[in-house]
């Protein structure tokens, strides 16, 4: 687990939410004015780009659902939803950034504080047990399913398993 830990992995979603948490406003006005005032001081805009996709991410706009349906009037859920729409216009004004959608960083944390796990130090164990769990149903399913039990190379999810 110590290995996952990092900027980049599992400490990105309480960077994020520490990032949400220091904003402190849902006023949309505001948050155009901090936006714009970390980047002319070259500080970061957490939860939002990605080094693959160029467009949001699949998994944040999932969670941004679920949390308007568990947690829509947590005032951290409200910030990290405005976020969601301003820094995305800031971010699009710059010829610089390729992606300036939010990331699944953006709100996993959020939904994590909103869900009563308020200990941010404790998500990269749950990132890491995700991926372990994960993996194991990958193995699993590989070994049940593909080429009689003898497994493949590599298994990718998008991949859609038709026996023989």
Excluded at 112 to 141: E, K, M, P, W
Aim: net charge neutral; hydrophobic share 40%.
């Amino acid at each position: 687990m110590a290995g996952l830990y990092g900027p980049r992995h599992g400490r990105a979603n309480q960077d994020c939410l520490a990032f949400v948490r220091e904003v402190g406003t849902s006023d949309k006005a505001e948050l155009e004015a901090l936006i714009r005032n970390r980047l002319a001081n070259k500080q970061l805009v957490y939860g939002f780009g990605h080094a693959v996709l160029r467009a949001e991410d699949p998994r944040a706009t999932i969670q941004y659902g679920l949390g308007q349906e568990i947690c829509g009037d947590d005032p951290l859920f409200q910030t990290a939803l405005a976020l969601r729409e301003v820094a995305v216009k800031v971010l699009k004004e710059n010829p610089k950034v390729s992606n300036p959608y939010p990331n699944v960083d953006a709100v996993s944390g959020t939904l994590l504080n909103a869900s009563g796990l308020t200990d941010s130090d404790y998500y990269t164990v749950l990132f890491g047990l995700a991926r372990c769990s994960g993996i194991a149903a990958q193995i699993v399913d590989e070994r049940i399913n593909f080429r009689n039990g003898k497994g493949v190379a590599i298994y990718r999810c998008k991949y859609v398993f038709e026996k023989e």
